[in-house]
Structure formats: C-alpha cells, structure tokens
C-alpha cells in the first residue's frame, strides 16, 4: 500500500472525521461517483426509519472513501468473526497456533445457535467431546456464523480482550470485541446464562420467552445503547482495507480468509443480491434474531470485486428495526446497486 492510502487508512482507524464526505478529489479518468451515493443514500436509509441505517464505502482504486455517519457505533453481531478469523491466522502466522490442530470441545464449550456443532451433538449433551481442528473453527465462524466455533476458537487464542488487543496493535481502532456469543446471545434477551441444553434454535427460544416481554424489550434497547461488541462504519473499512491490502496477515493467511469469506453462506440476499453478474463478494454478515416485532442490529461488510478488477470495501448496518426480513435484506442489496451505479 502507497503512502496516501496508509494516511488515509490511518486516518480512518484513529480521526473517525475522515470519512465524511470526499477524502480526494475525484480523478478525472473515472472513478466512484462520491456525489451519487450522497443524493441517493437518504432515501435508502429513510426506509429504514424508525430504525437506524448507515453506509461507508472504501474505492481501492482511486482512495475515495464515503460514509452517511462515521460517529455512529453499530453492534457487530456475527460480523465479528472476519476479524477473530484474522486474529486466528495471526496466531498460525506466528506459530502459536497450526490450522491442523484439534481443540477439545465438550458441551460447556458449546453456544447459542446458529452451530452445526450444536445440531451434530447429541440430546442430551451430558459426557460427549469432539476434538475439531482449528481450520474448521474458522471455517464454521466464517462461513457460516457458527457460535459455538467462534467461541472455541476465540478462547484458544486468549478471548476477546486479546482479539481486541490485536485489532488495536493494527491501528484499528473503533472496532471492540468484548463478549464471546454465549454471554452476548444472553444479554441481548435478558436471559440467565447460557446452558447447553438450549443449544438447538427452539429450546433457545423457548427459554427466552420465559423471560416477560417488558424485560426482553429492556434488554434489547440497553443492548443498542451498550458500546461493547460495537464498530464504527470506518473502523470496519479499515479493517477490510488493511486485509485486502496483506497488512494484517501472512499473504497466504490473507488469502484463505478472503476465500472463505467469498463462500460465506449467510446474508445471500444482503450486499450480494444487488451486485452484478461477474462480480464477487468476500464478505461477514451478522443479525440478531427478531423478537417483539424488533430486529436490534443487522449487518454485513465485505469486499467487492467488479467484474473489471476494481475492489470497493463496504461496511452496511442497520440498528433497531421493525421491518420485515426482506425489507431489511433489501437496504442492503439496494446499497449495493447505488454502489455499482456511483461507477463512472
């Protein structure tokens, strides 16, 4: 990476005032259309009242970055685990971790879903263990938002105050982990600790609604309000640029994380559905589960590759929502298309 864009990326990881608006000037040859996203965006974002939605685009070709709100923290949910997976393969970079070890799982290991480990274990979860390389950890984390993988591999590389620690080590620095999925998925509802025999979707939510709606919906705004778990639109952007660009792992790291984000199968209908044929998508979604008619947080950021080989980083979330899924799936996706069409 050149020296304008390191200033530029550091900007956005420390002084979050750099990303209203345009960074540099346009280039005459083509390029984003900065002014494009800035009339077209309120009315994405004015469906999507009373909750709140926010946008930040990163252009790696012409160093022009975007945002509706740089201020503005969101909770990460499952987006978290883009970086965990990067923290992990700092870990293997430096030998303090192989992708071929197997890590000792057993139920108090496990975690609110969604996990394939949880529907794989048995019912009762009394006296079983798997052993699961770490590989396959972050793959689940990864690809397909498993909590229970998450968290096995967070704790093996010293828990999310040590995944946090190295975020900030890589100078970005709005972006804080700081529960694993067990603790969080339990905040978020006002419930007791987690304990293994809620480990399937319906026990979960069966336990859940013990829990007296006024109580849940309490839980749910202090949960919007709480900074733990949270990012700004920039700090994600930092993050993706700083992958895109082998600045925070091994380029061989780098590249397996993009190919498992690439093959991510959540968030189908989010930033993907609005992009075009030909072009692809690295990406992590995260969303909590709708109760009370409330959806708190919803996300998904990722890197966009056109079909001419020009990448754009995109950080999309949405907090405190009321609609339906698809109307929600759709800020997203349509985010994308006005993305496409600021293209020169």
């Not at 990476?1 to 209203?20: E, F, I, N, P, S």
């Not at 609604?209 to 900074?227: Q, Y």
């Not at 792992?249 to 991510?264: D, G, K, Q, V």
Request: aromatic letters at 4%.
């Amino acid at each position: 990476m050149d020296q304008t864009r390191r200033t530029l990326v550091t900007a956005l990881g420390a002084a979050l005032g750099a990303c209203h608006g345009k960074v540099n000037q346009a280039t005459p040859n083509g390029g984003i259309d900065l002014e494009r996203l800035t009339r077209g965006f309120p009315a994405i974002a004015a469906r999507a009242l009373p909750g709140i939605f926010n946008l930040g685009v990163l252009s790696m070709r012409d160093d022009l970055v975007w945002c509706a709100d740089n201020d503005r923290r969101f909770p990460l949910q499952s987006v978290f685990m883009a970086p965990l997976a990067a923290a992990a393969l700092a870990e293997v970079d430096a030998g303090r971790l192989t992708l071929g070890e197997r890590i000792h799982v057993t139920e108090l290991d496990l975690s609110p879903p969604p996990s394939a480990i949880n529907q794989a274990w048995p019912t009762p979860p009394n006296n079983h263990a798997m052993d699961i390389p770490a590989i396959d950890l972050i793959a689940l984390a990864v690809q397909k938002g498993d909590s229970t993988a998450a968290d096995v591999i967070m704790n093996r590389i010293g828990g999310p105050g040590a995944v946090t620690a190295w975020l900030r080590g890589k100078n970005i620095n709005d972006m804080r982990i700081d529960r694993y999925e067990r603790e969080l998925g339990a905040d978020i509802a006002g419930m007791e600790s987690f304990r293994p025999a809620w480990k399937d979707e319906a026990a979960f939510l069966a336990a859940r609604d013990t829990v007296a709606a006024p109580a849940r919906e309490a839980a749910m705004n202090a949960f919007l309000a709480d900074p733990r778990d949270t990012t700004t639109a920039p700090a994600a952007l930092n993050f993706l640029d700083k992958l895109a660009g082998d600045e925070l792992i091994s380029p061989a790291s780098t590249s397996l994380l993009l190919r498992l984000m690439t093959a991510n199968a959540t968030g189908l209908d989010r930033l993907k559905a609005g992009l075009p044929h030909g072009a692809s998508l690295a990406h992590k979604t995260g969303a909590s589960s709708t109760d009370l008619g409330f959806t708190a947080a919803v996300g998904d950021i990722g890197i966009v590759t056109l079909a001419g080989g020009h990448r754009v980083a995109v950080a999309a979330f949405l907090a405190g929502s009321t609609a339906t899924q698809a109307q929600r799936d759709a800020l997203f996706a349509d985010s994308a298309r006005l993305i496409v069409a600021a293209f020169h």
